[in-house]
C-alpha cells in the first residue's frame, strides 16, 4: 500500500460526504486495486466510519466517529498558516513535550499537535492536567513569533481569548478567561492554557502553546471534582469537539495575525470583555509571595495589575489567582 493512501481516500470521501465515489474512480486516482480498496473502507469502518457500500455505483461516507483526525480537521477547517502540519496520537504522554522535540528538530510554525489521550499531561509548574481518551481537546501549537521573549505572555492571552470566543460562538456558553491562563465555566475549570518557550536573552526561537478543553468529561478524579467541569456538563448534552476544534484554530489564526500586525491592545480589548478578574478581589500566589486586591486590567506585556489594599499598584507576570468574592 502507497504510504499517505489511507489519508487521501478518507480525504476524497469526506469530501464527498453523504454522496457515492465510484471505486474506479477511486483506483483510478490513486492507482490501486478495488481489493485494496475494500481492505481500506474497511480499516475506516473498524475506525467508526460509517461508510456505505453498493455495487457498481460505489461508496459512501455516511456518518464520521468523533475523532479529531487530520483528514478531519483539514476537512472541516480553511486556515492559513495554522494546522498546515497535523501531528496526531491516538495517545500520547504530552502534546506540549511532543511539539517541543518536533520544534526542536525543525517543525514549522503553526505545526498542530493533538492527541486523544494524554498519559502525562501537564499543567504550570510540574503540576497534572487529566486528559482522558476522547473526552477533551489536548492539543499544543508550534509557533516561531518575531516579538521579544518578555513578550510571550500575550500568546497565551491570545488563545485564551480564540478559545473562548470559539466556546461561546459553538454552544452559546458564558465561558469568562481568569487570568493568566484558564477558561471557566460557572467558576469551574473547563480550560487551561500551558505556554512554554525556548529563547535566547533577545529572541525567540519558538514557543509551544498548550491548551486542554474538557468537553465531554462527565466525571472527575477526586482532587478536582469540585473545580472542574466540562462544556456537556454546562450545555447538558454531548459537544461536537471537531466543532470547537476547528472554531478554536480559526479564531487563533485570526487573532495571532493581529497580534503579529503588533495591535495588540485590539486582543486586549476582546480580553477585558471576557475576564471575569477585572474589578474584582483576587488573591495573588505567586512563586515567593503573595498578595491581596482588586485585579485592574492587563498591561501590554500581559500582566496582571493589582490594587492592594495600601493602594499600590503591583505588576504580577506570573501566579496562580483566586477569585476572593
Ligand atoms: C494549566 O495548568 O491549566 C495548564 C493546562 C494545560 C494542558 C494542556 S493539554 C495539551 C497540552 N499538553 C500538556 O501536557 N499540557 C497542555 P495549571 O494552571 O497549573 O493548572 C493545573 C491544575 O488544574 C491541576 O493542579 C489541577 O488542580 C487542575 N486540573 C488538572 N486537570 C484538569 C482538568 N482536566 N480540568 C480542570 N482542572 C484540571
Redesign the pocket.
Known amino acids: 500500500m502507497k504510504d499517505g493512501y489511507l489519508n487521501e481516500l478518507l480525504l476524497l470521501l469526506l469530501s464527498k460526504k453523504g454522496s457515492y465515489v465510484s471505486g474506479e474512480e477511486i483506483s483510478e486516482k490513486f492507482g490501486v486495486s478495488r481489493t485494496a480498496i475494500w481492505k481500506q473502507v474497511n480499516h475506516l469502518r473498524k475506525l467508526g466510519y460509517e461508510i456505505d457500500s453498493v455495487p457498481r455505483v460505489g461508496y459512501c461516507l455516511k456518518k464520521s466517529p468523533d475523532l479529531l483526525l487530520p483528514e478531519e480537521i483539514i476537512q472541516n477547517s480553511c486556515l492559513e498558516f495554522l494546522a498546515r502540519k497535523i501531528y496526531y496520537y491516538p495517545s500520547i504522554g504530552?502534546?506540549?513535550?511532543e511539539a517541543k522535540k518536533l520544534a526542536q528538530n525543525g517543525a514549522p510554525h503553526g505545526t498542530l499537535v493533538i492527541a486523544e489521550e494524554?498519559t502525562?499531561?501537564?499543567?504550570?509548574?510540574g503540576?497534572?492536567?487529566?486528559?482522558p481518551p476522547r473526552e477533551?481537546i489536548?492539543?499544543?501549537i508550534i509557533l516561531r513569533p518575531s516579538m521579544e521573549p518578555y513578550e510571550a505572555p500575550r500568546i497565551t492571552i491570545t488563545c485564551a481569548v480564540a478559545a473562548a470566543k470559539a466556546i461561546r460562538k459553538v454552544t452559546g456558553i458564558d465561558c469568562r478567561i481568569k487570568w493568566p491562563?484558564?477558561l471557566l465555566v460557572e467558576g469551574k475549570?473547563?480550560a487551561?492554557?500551558?505556554t512554554e518557550m525556548s529563547a535566547d536573552m533577545d529572541s525567540i526561537n519558538f514557543v509551544v502553546v498548550?491548551?486542554?478543553i474538557?468537553v465531554n468529561?462527565a466525571d472527575?478524579p477526586d482532587?478536582?471534582k469540585e473545580?472542574?467541569t466540562s462544556l456537556k456538563l454546562a450545555y447538558g448534552k454531548n459537544v461536537d469537539r471537531l466543532k470547537i476544534l476547528t472554531e478554536f484554530l480559526l479564531q487563533f489564526e485570526e487573532l495571532y495575525r493581529v497580534l503579529e500586525e503588533r495591535n495588540f491592545e485590539k486582543i486586549l480589548e476582546e480580553w477585558r470583555k471576557l475576564s471575569c478578574n477585572l474589578g474584582r478581589r483576587v488573591r495573588i500566589i505567586g512563586k515567593n509571595f503573595e498578595l491581596e486586591g482588586i485585579a485592574l486590567d492587563v498591561d501590554s506585556d500581559g500582566a496582571l495589575l493589582i490594587k492592594t489594599d495600601g493602594g499600590k499598584v503591583e505588576r504580577v507576570l506570573s501566579a496562580?489567582v483566586s477569585l476572593r468574592e
Open positions: 504530552s502534546t506540549n513535550d494524554q502525562g499531561g501537564k499543567g504550570r509548574l503540576r497534572r492536567w487529566v486528559s477533551g489536548w492539543l499544543s491562563n484558564d475549570k473547563v487551561g492554557i500551558l498548550g491548551i486542554g474538557n468529561n472527575f482532587e478536582i473545580t472542574a496562580d
